[in-house]
């Protein structure tokens, strides 16, 4: 048919597609964003149920982590102030009590000799007498 | 000098404005408005558990049943204190108190106990006067004195600068297995207000002792009553007490673990505020090493403990306070020393 124009050859094959870099760009774009979201779409290949079980379960065990964290810093501040208060003050009492004792003791060991240090010791026992010229 | 201490009761209460706190609903419950003074009773006689003859012992008064458990407990102390007190002869003592305090007023206050010739036991005289004055000029005045060998009467007033605030007049009857007593407080003839406490306390047996106590307030246009019940067991080295009344019930337990631990759990609830609160105290006594802890816990998450301890060689005690609400994150200490 006559009326059929002959293009140029210059045109070439009409390109429906943007050419080869022009997609690996778009791509790329595409590909900087989206790079969480290709794994997170991978997840819809599970079903369903067994995401939002999934997601039931994450979430519950975080919030009892984080509320378990709190906890044990709120106890373990109670705990500590508590026993500071009511009862170092009297371990701290009985441990110097035990230590001014054993300190006599030693004390009475270096005068008396060994055998008259200890508490109760025998009541017969006489400390050597000292040679008088 | 062995006289006029063991005879003179314990301290004369506090003016209201001073820094010591105490938690929990009173046993009595007063409309507002009225003041009921917490006068303590007269110190206990050094009477024989039992009359010769006469199988059931006198139950001593009807204020001190809670007051084994209350003493287990430690007293808050806030600011630093210092107390001297000075014996001038065996009738007569003085002391000086000066009291740095944070959340109240600091001050000084003087105070005299004189102690009179009626010996009616071996370790109390008659009549016992305490007065009181601060340097605001409020005052605390008792007076003490046993009218006949089972009367006592007691006179106390309280004034805040010139002002009378509370007055009143009691007297105890102790027969041989029984306890009563009747307290007028703040009668003010002219308004036609005051306030009528009786109390009863009966033994029924060597361990059990029941009582009741009724108050009657009146005010111009206004009158009210309110009775309770109180039931007291003694066992072997435990005390436990109910009260039961229109304002609510306590219930304290006291227990000596050893002669050094000492326990005691207090429970009160109240009516008015539909509150109840328990707490749990010891108090451990360390004579060798001249301490005495006491050390509380409690429902309203308040830890509290008190440190005394005497520094021998001085006449000298010191006494270190620390109270803290774990909820309200308020925290609150003191120190005390007392001379002499």
């Known amino acids: 048919m006559a009326g059929i124009e002959e293009l140029s050859p210059a045109v070439g094959p009409v390109d429906t597609r943007p050419p080869e870099g022009e997609i690996d760009e778009d791509e790329d774009e595409e590909l900087d964003e989206t790079f969480i979201e290709r794994l997170w779409g991978l997840t819809e290949m599970f079903p369903d149920t067994l995401r939002s079980a999934a997601e039931v379960t994450i979430s519950s065990s975080v919030t009892m982590a984080k509320k378990l964290y709190s906890f044990s810093r709120a106890a373990l501040w109670v705990g500590t102030t508590s026993f500071m208060i009511l009862v170092l003050p009297v371990v701290f009492e009985t441990e110097r009590l035990q230590l001014e004792q054993q300190q006599l003791q030693q004390q009475r060991q270096i005068l008396l000799g060994p055998n008259a240090g200890m508490s109760g010791g025998m009541p017969g026992m006489m400390p050597p007498a000292p040679v008088k010229m | ?340």
């Open chain 2, 1 to 340: 000098m062995g006289n006029v201490l063991a005879a003179s009761s314990p301290a004369p209460p506090s003016a209201p404005g001073s820094g010591v706190v105490q938690g929990g609903p009173g046993l009595v419950s007063v409309p507002p408005g009225f003041s009921m003074p917490s006068v303590p009773p007269p110190s206990v006689p050094g009477q024989p558990a039992g009359e010769t003859g006469s199988p059931l012992p006198n139950p001593g008064t009807y204020e001190e049943c809670h007051r084994k458990c209350k003493e287990v407990v430690p007293i808050q102390l806030e600011g630093v204190r210092l107390v001297v007190n000075k014996g001038l002869s065996n009738h007569f003592q003085v002391s000086h108190t000066v009291t740095l305090s944070t959340l109240a007023e600091s001050g000084y206050r003087f105070g005299a106990t004189y102690v009179g010739t009626q010996q009616t036991g071996p370790a109390e005289s008659f009549p016992v006067m305490m007065g009181d004055m601060d340097n605001t000029g409020s005052l605390n005045a008792q007076v003490i004195h046993q009218l006949t060998s089972a009367v006592r009467s007691k006179i106390a007033i309280q004034t805040q600068q010139h002002k009378f605030v509370n007055w009143q007049c009691d007297l105890e009857y102790r027969g041989d297995d029984f306890t009563s007593a009747v307290t007028l407080g703040n009668p003010d003839v002219l308004l036609g207000s005051g306030i009528i406490v009786a109390h009863y306390l009966q033994s029924i047996s060597p361990a059990l002792a029941l009582g009741g106590e009724l108050v009657y307030h009146r005010r111009p246009g206004e009158e009210g009553a309110v009775t309770s019940l109180m039931g007291r067991y003694t066992g072997n080295n435990y005390v436990a007490t109910l009260t039961l009344g229109g304002a609510g019930a306590h219930a304290t337990y006291y227990h000596r673990a050893n002669d050094q631990l000492q326990l005691g759990v207090e429970f009160e609830g109240s009516m008015r505020t539909q509150e109840t609160a328990v707490s749990f105290g010891y108090q451990l006594d360390l004579p060798k090493a001249n301490l005495l802890f006491k050390g509380s816990v409690d429902s309203n998450w308040v830890v509290g403990a008190v440190l005394e301890k005497k520094l021998l060689p001085l006449p000298l005690s010191l006494a270190l306070g620390a109270f803290l609400n774990q909820k309200k994150n308020t925290f609150q200490c003191g120190v005390n020393v007392t001379v002499g």
